[in-house]
């Protein structure tokens, strides 16, 4: 999708965004003027197409004629781009595959196979394209990929990522000491070597990081000699690449980690041993965190990325996202393709929501009876706060990735200063005589007209996909549009 012809972009409608945990703002009638940077320069409220010409467009400097404007519909509003926090590009052609097994098993059936399989560029290319153009539609705008160890189909990810205008921090994934023969690097010596090849690519393509990052991408601790860890988080201290991981997803691999790394306390304390555990970590799944690592992890300023479709379709576990909350950690999704089943963050965020309602399940030895009136209600013994509301779900999907990939500053909201990375989202409104229109593909959001906003957003996202997104932008570029 080719750019706005460098022009100035005038924005009217309706924009929804998190302010805050729990927390959606509604700015009906409002203007949002975004330069040819792709910087939010002005956002009005009351305001339509006229008086942004009149009284805004002077103030900025900006002429009409050199203005793109785009104004939302009835059902229509503007959401920021989600923000996927964990997503594997080599594993999408598996999405949906999982057989009988768990974590373990499933790597070594599914993914460790298709991995290496990527060293091949022509069928890299074709798999990263797809899942980038997949990411896009479904309004990521940001992704935090896991690549393979292999040098040039990690850099063939990140010249796609640019050149399609997603902004995505990418990561040589490094594994010398746990994984089949023919998919290892060949010592923690050269896995650095080939870490630092990637890192030097990416800062030839793309010099300030502006839409490219690279990530610093040790699989798991048990997959890394110690002697790789440790370079790793040397390289870290020294350069400030963030690092993404992974940590207490699986029962087994907590045992796993225990055999391997028996002098450390638990698994945090490994990360934390070789400097990998800080302000930028993000460390996805977190199930089985002990209190002890979670204040460690506190302590240390990491993030979590939740990612519920994969937990619940390895059978992981659920993790405990308001526990974490009240840790003070902070929490983003991430759809985990393809333990996750789809790249849609969306979708995260309605599993996040479900899932938090298991936690809140009475389970047999940990129930309680409360009197409601007349009923008598049984709940679960401290899990009350667990819920996860619609508002506090697709707060993770924003802002919260945007904090825990360092990036609170510049997208997940609409307030100027911050990046144009957004969502046009279509509705689809029934007509009074809905016969008539049921050859129309609107997706599967029906909006009768008499619903709230805030209910509207709810059927957004227990019912949204793909064709409720219209149009997306990155930095102000047009990079995806549902014809």
């Known amino acids: 999708m080719a750019p706005q012809g460098n022009k100035n972009q005038l924005f009217l409608g309706l924009f929804i965004h998190s302010t805050s945990l729990g927390e959606l703002q509604y700015l009906h009638n409002t203007a949002i003027c975004v330069e040819k940077s792709g910087k939010i320069v002005a956002v009005e409220q009351k305001c339509d197409q006229k008086k942004a010409e009149d009284t805004i467009y002077p103030k900025l400097g900006w002429k009409a004629d050199d203005v793109v404007v785009t104004t939302t519909k009835d059902g229509q509003f503007f959401f920021p781009g989600f923000i996927d926090t964990h997503i594997h590009a080599p594993q999408y052609p598996n999405v949906g595959i999982f057989g009988k097994s768990t974590l373990l098993d499933w790597l070594n059936t599914y993914t460790f196979p298709m991995e290496a399989s990527l060293s091949s560029l022509p069928k890299a290319r074709r798999v990263y394209t797809r899942c980038v153009r997949?990411?896009?539609?479904?309004?990521?705008?940001?992704?935090?990929?896991?690549?393979?160890?292999?040098?040039?189909?990690?850099?063939?990810?990140?010249?796609?990522?640019?050149?399609?205008?997603?902004?995505?921090?990418?990561?040589?994934?490094?594994?010398?000491?746990?994984?089949?023969d023919y998919y290892l690097d060949e010592s923690a010596a050269q896995s650095l070597i080939a870490t630092q090849q990637t890192i030097d690519h990416i800062h030839k393509i793309d010099p300030g990081y502006t839409l490219v990052s690279p990530i610093l991408t040790p699989r798991f601790a048990p997959s890394c000699s110690r002697k790789a860890m440790t370079s790793l988080g040397k390289l870290h201290e020294k350069t400030g690449i963030p690092i993404q991981t992974h940590i207490s997803e699986n029962v087994d691999e907590l045992k796993l980690v225990k055999d391997t790394f028996p002098e450390f306390p638990h698994y945090t304390g490994v990360y934390d041993a070789h400097g990998l555990l800080g302000t930028k970590t993000i460390l996805a799944h977190a199930i089985h965190l002990s209190d002890e690592e979670a204040d460690l992890i506190a302590k240390r300023g990491a993030g979590v990325s939740h990612c519920p479709c994969s937990n619940s379709a390895l059978t992981s576990g659920e993790a405990r996202v308001r526990w974490l909350l009240d840790k003070g950690i902070g929490v983003g999704l991430g759809t985990d393709v393809s333990g996750g089943y789809s790249?849609?963050?969306?979708?995260?965020?309605?599993?996040?929501a479900l899932v938090s309602n298991h936690l809140v399940m009475p389970k047999k030895g940990n129930e309680y009876n409360e009197t409601n009136g007349n009923k008598t209600i049984q709940k679960a013994k401290g899990t009350e706060r667990a819920r996860l509301s619609v508002e506090e779900v697709l707060h993770l999907a924003t802002r919260g990735g945007a904090s825990i990939v360092g990036l609170v500053d510049r997208i997940g909201g609409f307030e100027v200063g911050m990046e144009w990375d957004a969502q046009l989202i279509g509705l689809g409104l029934v007509d009074e005589t809905p016969e008539e229109d049921d050859t129309l593909d609107r997706?599967?959001?029906?909006?009768?007209?008499?619903?709230?906003?805030?209910?509207?957003?709810?059927?957004?996202?227990?019912?949204?996909?793909?064709?409720?997104?219209?149009?997306?932008?990155?930095?102000g570029r047009l990079v995806h549009e549902r014809i």
């Not at 940001?142 to 189909?153: C, E, L, Q, W």
């Not at 969306?346 to 599993?351: I, N, P, T, V, Y």
């Not at 599967?444 to 019912?463: C, H, L, Q, S, T």
């Open 134 to 180: 997949r990411a896009l539609a479904h309004g990521t705008t940001t992704a935090t990929y896991y690549a393979t160890i292999h040098v040039p189909s990690t850099n063939l990810l990140a010249d796609l990522c640019l050149s399609m205008g997603q902004r995505a921090f990418i990561g040589r994934v490094c594994m010398d000491a746990m994984g089949p």
């Open 343 to 352: 790249s849609s963050v969306l979708e995260a965020a309605r599993q996040a």
């Open 443 to 475: 997706g599967n959001v029906d909006i009768f007209g008499w619903e709230k906003w805030e209910e509207r957003v709810a059927k957004w996202v227990f019912n949204g996909d793909d064709r409720n997104v219209r149009k997306v932008w990155v930095r």
